[in-house]
């Protein structure tokens, strides 16, 4: 009888630590989670507007076409894109920027337009997006070819 139950202590023992390794993973941080943007460009979800997977498609260096995605966090009234700086960079907004309240607005088709000894491809350019209600919203935005896949559909300027 003294033989299984010191068998069975053993394997408690032995079984106890492997298993608390094994939870060590799980709480209130653990990598799942964490946000996790699969794709190139960056996002701030920071106020009532976030600014998603933005990134600038370069044709030729010095210049290219800023690609981002708009999401109005305010479910009742519309916000506008106002405009977009950087730090030696020139942004040029086209067309119209309106943010549906609760809805999103995708500029990929050339409305922003971006130049400046920075823009090459594997670079990033700080910009700041400026909003008329929400708050302005500052981030690091990568600047890729556009010579591949998704981004040889853009058009750059």
């Known amino acids: 009888m003294n ?17 608390s390794l094994g ?23 920071e106020g009532e507007v976030d600014v998603l997977n933005t990134v600038i498609v370069s044709g030729d260096d010095g210049s290219g076409t800023v690609v981002v995605t708009l999401a109005n966090n305010n479910q009742d009234e519309d916000d506008t894109l106002a405009g977009v700086t950087g730090e030696g960079v020139q942004v040029e907004v086209g067309g119209d920027t309106t943010i549906p309240a609760g809805g999103v607005l995708v500029l990929d088709d050339g409305l922003l337009s971006v130049t400046g000894e920075t823009v090459t491809p594997g670079a990033f350019v700080p910009l700041t997006f400026e909003f008329d209600r929400a708050r302005s919203l500052s981030l690091d935005v990568p600047v890729v070819a556009s010579d591949e896949p998704p981004y040889d559909e853009v058009p750059v300027s």
Do not use: E, K, M
Request: some cysteine; hydrophobic content about 45%; charged content about 10%.
């Open 23 to 45: 939870l060590t993973g799980c709480g209130f941080d653990a990598p799942t989670d964490q946000v996790y943007n699969p794709a190139v460009g960056v996002n701030v979800q």
């Open 3 to 19: 033989v299984r139950r010191s068998t069975a202590t053993a394997a408690v023992a032995l079984g106890l630590p492997a298993l």
